[in-house]
């Protein structure tokens, strides 16, 4: 199958909507192909996308809301379909908090001059993110939401055969990999 056959889902695309992807959102922007919350189902078929990619977006989902989240992407999912998951990394913030890394947390003085500060409003996203993860939590998260395979991934590096699925991947520095396989 070549890439340009196959059914991709952005999930969570917010303002940042891809040609040759389905962008999905939960709010209407310009070249968000399919408006809905994810709590009321996504209005896709069953087994219809091949794989799906969210960046940054399930961080925004309060905890209660994760594994319905989590298995509304995998019923969309084709059977041997893969959800790639860009995250942001709590033990990268944790190392670089500890290393007193202040370049780390994109976090301006002019808003938080404090090393601590910047850790909390930079791992909060600015109250954005409801949930943090670590890569042993969003496995552990991926297996209960019935995922056969979870595989943690390096920055534009895939553990499947899609090549595509790493084109939406950014925020290397601060950021967790992760595919699942239904």
């Known amino acids: 199958m070549s890439e340009t056959s196959v059914r991709r889902l952005n999930w969570g695309c ?4 891809k040609p040759g992807w389905i962008n999905s959102d939960r709010r209407s922007y310009e070249g968000v192909d399919v408006v809905a919350d994810i709590h009321d189902g996504l209005p896709l078929a069953d087994d219809s996308i091949d794989y799906a990619v969210s960046v940054h977006a399930l961080q925004e989902i309060p905890y209660a809301g994760l594994l319905p989240a989590l298995r509304e992407l995998r019923r969309v999912l084709r059977p ?3 959800l790639r998951l860009v995250l942001p990394d709590l033990d990268k913030g944790i190392r670089a908090y500890l290393d007193n890394d202040r370049d780390h947390f994109l976090v301006p ?13 930079h791992m909060l996203w600015h109250g954005h993110s409801r949930v943090l993860f670590t890569h042993d939590f969003v496995e552990e998260l991926l297996l209960r939401a019935g995922f056969a395979r979870v595989s943690r991934c390096a920055y534009k590096e895939s553990a499947g055969p899609h090549a595509g699925i790493v084109e939406l991947d950014n925020r290397a520095g601060e950021s967790l ?6």
């Open 177 to 182: 990999f992760v595919e699942a396989v239904k």
């Open 80 to 82: 041997g379909g893969v």
């Open 109 to 121: 003085d002019e808003e938080v001059k404090s090393l601590g500060g910047k850790f909390i409003v």
């Open 14 to 17: 917010g303002l940042s909507p």
